[in-house]
């Protein structure tokens, strides 16, 4: 079997330039990583991952958490960030780990999945942890702040956070989108929004109220809706919410494409036309099989691709593990507006 020292006598290089080259570590040039990675390849090398751990104290390995559901297996979001986040901790010579939880019915606080990220910091072998969906004053955060588990968010719990994120600004997004709306003289519009349990949907909300009420407009609770952000919840809302004869909406913001997909399938039942009767906006993650141009009339977004999250949170983290420091590691990813069909004047 071929050794770290085989290999570092074969390229004429040290041990630890050629260890440090296939950990992926970013003091190591191009050119030489691929010399290592290459030459590794053909002489078949492996690492020994048992001794990695024991001269360095870590695995090589960090986690990702997810709580299991019906339909899972479906979810086009998580496959994307799944194989996403893998193919860039791969890069970095480190394992990605999936570690399905099942639902426990233990609420919408996330205080039952702390155990399990416990139980995987202090027993399970793992570095690191990739957190996604944050709460609000998320207990899985003081959880491995206080265990001292390097980690970082797909997200904030709040604004001004004390750890490492990468995340958009959904505040500004929901206040944007409203904006975008009120400008075209829309006066009752209607937020379909992921549940508020969860830290992004709270700032998209805090940004439409924001939005509404700089622009003189009420936010009747019962034009809010709130779920799982799919097509069904977007159906599901608009028939709720136009079951009303009196004080219909004339516009519909939609927290993500899957749910504008719902709401134009609602509205085509309904006998309403995009956008002559009701105006549609939507957040766009850009997941592979739902496009905005696809739609008819194409859908107004705002867009900030999933992908472009992967780098970063691969970076982060693996920084944090290495202990290079995560000060400023708190990274804004930008969002652009991308005008469709689907916005037009108020009627009437």
Same mark, same amino acid.
């Given at each position: 079997?071929?050794?770290?020292?085989?290999?570092?006598?074969?390229?004429?290089?040290?041990?630890?330039?050629?260890?440090?080259?296939?950990?992926?570590?970013?003091?190591?040039?191009?050119?030489?990583?691929?010399?290592?990675?290459?030459?590794?390849?053909?002489?078949?090398?492996?690492?020994?991952? !048992?001794?990695?751990?024991?001269?360095?104290?870590?695995?090589?390995?960090?986690?990702?958490?997810?709580? !299991?559901?019906?339909?899972?297996?479906?979810?086009?979001?998580?496959?994307?960030?799944?194989?996403?986040?893998?193919?860039?901790?791969?890069?970095?010579?480190? +394992?990605?780990?999936?570690?399905? !939880?099942?639902?426990?019915?233990?609420?919408?606080?996330?205080?039952?999945?702390?155990?399990?990220?416990?139980?995987?910091?202090?027993?399970?072998?793992?570095?690191?942890?990739?957190?996604?969906?944050?709460?609000?004053?998320?207990?899985?955060?003081?959880?491995?702040? +206080?265990?001292?588990?390097?980690?970082?968010?797909?997200?904030?719990?709040?604004?001004?956070?004390?750890?490492?994120?990468?995340?958009?600004?959904?505040?500004?997004?929901?206040?944007?989108?409203?904006?975008?709306?009120?400008?075209?003289?829309?006066?009752?519009?209607?937020?379909?929004?992921?549940?508020?349990?969860?830290?992004?949907?709270?700032?998209?909300?805090?940004?439409?109220?924001?939005?509404?009420?700089?622009?003189?407009?009420?936010?009747?609770?019962?034009?809010?809706?709130?779920?799982?952000?799919?097509?069904?919840?977007?159906?599901?809302?608009?028939?709720?919410?136009?079951?009303?004869?009196? +004080?219909?909406?004339?516009?519909?913001?939609?927290?993500?494409?899957?749910?504008?997909?719902?709401?134009?399938?609602?509205?085509?039942?309904?006998?309403?036309?995009?956008?002559?009767?009701?105006?549609?906006?939507?957040?766009?993650?850009?997941?592979?099989?739902?496009?905005?141009?696809?739609?008819?009339?194409?859908?107004?977004?705002?867009?900030?691709?999933?992908?472009?999250?992967?780098?970063?949170?691969?970076?982060?983290?693996?920084?944090?593990?290495?202990?290079?420091?995560?000060?400023?590691?708190?990274?804004?990813?930008?969002?652009?507006?991308?005008?469709?069909? !689907?916005?037009?004047?108020?009627?009437?």
């Amino acid at each position: 079997m071929t050794t770290l020292k085989d290999l570092s006598r074969h390229l004429g290089l040290s041990v630890t330039q050629v260890s440090r080259a296939l950990n992926g570590h970013s003091d190591v040039s191009e050119a030489t990583r691929l010399r290592v990675e290459k030459a590794a390849k053909k002489l078949k090398y492996m690492p020994n991952v !048992s001794a990695r751990r024991l001269v360095s104290g870590r695995s090589g390995m960090v986690g990702f958490v997810e709580r !299991s559901y019906p339909g899972i297996a479906r979810d086009t979001i998580l496959l994307e960030t799944v194989t996403g986040l893998s193919s860039r901790f791969s890069e970095r010579g480190m +394992q990605f780990v999936l570690h399905l !939880s099942p639902d426990t019915g233990g609420g919408g606080d996330g205080r039952d999945m702390v155990a399990v990220y416990e139980r995987l910091a202090i027993g399970g072998g793992l570095d690191g942890f990739v957190l996604t969906n944050p709460r609000r004053d998320d207990p899985r955060i003081r959880s491995l702040q +206080q265990l001292g588990v390097p980690f970082v968010v797909h997200g904030r719990g709040d604004l001004d956070p004390p750890y490492p994120f990468v995340d958009i600004d959904n505040l500004g997004l929901g206040r944007q989108l409203t904006e975008h709306l009120v400008g075209h003289g829309h006066r009752r519009i209607a937020l379909i929004n992921a549940d508020e349990v969860f830290a992004f949907a709270a700032f998209r909300t805090r940004g439409y109220r924001e939005a509404l009420a700089a622009a003189g407009l009420p936010a009747p609770a019962r034009l809010v809706r709130h779920g799982r952000m799919t097509d069904a919840l977007g159906m599901i809302a608009t028939a709720q919410i136009f079951a009303a004869r009196d +004080q219909r909406p004339t516009a519909i913001i939609c927290s993500n494409i899957l749910i504008a997909k719902g709401v134009y399938t609602a509205l085509e039942a309904l006998g309403l036309s995009v956008p002559q009767d009701v105006s549609v906006v939507a957040h766009d993650d850009a997941v592979a099989d739902v496009h905005p141009e696809n739609f008819y009339p194409p859908l107004t977004v705002t867009r900030s691709a999933l992908s472009l999250s992967w780098d970063p949170l691969a970076e982060t983290l693996v920084r944090a593990i290495e202990g290079t420091g995560t000060d400023g590691l708190q990274t804004f990813l930008p969002i652009e507006f991308r005008e469709g069909g !689907s916005v037009g004047p108020a009627p009437g």
